[in-house]
């Protein structure tokens, strides 16, 4: 009789436990990377200014000059690199290369929800980036860009892309 409870138990708090750690799974999916196409759709103004930077046409001559050999360079030159739902190859993520969207304002996956996107807090619970100088001295270092000014770089439409004017 004993030992029949102690079983009965031993169960209930092993399904206890793989509830837990089921539903804590499923409570906090990580935010993935998703590539350009995705924001292009609601934000086409800024999609096209964007297209035109170096930003986005960079790939290139990475490829030029390395014959694409060298995975040290694809930290700044592609996107997420190593990272979920990021770049792996010009094969498997032909559309993960350059410096796009998320380079700058994180993985998307989780905020780029209609109802997300527009709540800035929601947006940044779910891996919206602050702007702030260090997004882009993560590429920008004193060795990759020793010019670097971030109060000039950030004003540079070339740069970044246009912020559309709001119509309220
Ligand atoms: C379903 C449409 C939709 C998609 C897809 C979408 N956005 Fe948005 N986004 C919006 C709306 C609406 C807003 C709020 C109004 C605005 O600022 O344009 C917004 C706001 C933003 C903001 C400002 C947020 C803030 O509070 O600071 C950023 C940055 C942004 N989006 C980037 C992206 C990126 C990057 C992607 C792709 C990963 C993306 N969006 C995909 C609709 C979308
Ligand atoms: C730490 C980030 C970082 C790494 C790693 C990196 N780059 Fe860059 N690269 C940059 C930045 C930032 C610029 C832009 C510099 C500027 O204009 O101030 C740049 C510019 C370039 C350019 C364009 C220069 C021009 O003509 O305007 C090429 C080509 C390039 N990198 C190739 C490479 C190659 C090849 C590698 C790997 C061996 C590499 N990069 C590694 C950040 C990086
Ligand atoms: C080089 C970094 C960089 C890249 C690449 C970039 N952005 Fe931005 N984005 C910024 C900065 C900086 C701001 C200004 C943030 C601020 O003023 O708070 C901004 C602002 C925005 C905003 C808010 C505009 C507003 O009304 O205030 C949206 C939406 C946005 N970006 C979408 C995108 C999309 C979509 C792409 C890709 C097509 C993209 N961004 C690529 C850096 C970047
Ligand atoms: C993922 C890496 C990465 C991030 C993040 C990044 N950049 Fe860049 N940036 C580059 C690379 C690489 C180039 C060089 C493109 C080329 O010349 O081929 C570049 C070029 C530029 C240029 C143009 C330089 C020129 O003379 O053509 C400006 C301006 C610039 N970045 C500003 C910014 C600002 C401002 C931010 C942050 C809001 C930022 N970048 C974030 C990698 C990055």
């Not at 930003?55 to 060298?70: C, I, M, P, R």
């Not at 739902?85 to 010009?90: H, I, L, Q, S």
């Not at 410096?99 to 997300?116: A, D």
Request: with cysteine; hydrophobic share 30%.
């Amino acid at each position: 009789m004993l030992k029949n409870k102690k079983w009965l138990f031993i169960v209930i708090a092993i399904s206890i436990f793989v509830f837990i750690l089921l539903s804590a799974d499923e409570e906090e999916p990580k935010p993935e990377y998703v590539g350009y196409k995705k924001c292009k759709t609601c934000h086409k103004e800024i999609y096209k200014s964007w297209e035109e930077t170096t930003h986005a046409k960079n790939f290139q001559g990475v490829l030029d000059s390395t014959g694409l050999k060298d995975e040290s360079c694809f930290p700044c030159h592609t996107v997420g690199f190593g990272e979920p739902g990021g770049f792996v190859d010009t094969t498997e993520t032909p559309d993960l290369i350059g410096v796009q969207c998320e380079s700058c304002h994180g993985p998307g996956s989780l905020y780029k929800k209609f109802s997300i996107m527009k709540d800035h807090e929601k947006c940044v619970e779910n891996g919206l980036y602050e702007q702030t100088a260090e997004v882009c001295t993560r590429c920008h270092t004193e060795e990759q860009s020793p010019d670097f000014n971030y109060e000039e770089a950030v004003k540079d439409i070339k740069g970044i892309h246009v912020i559309p004017e709001k119509d309220e």
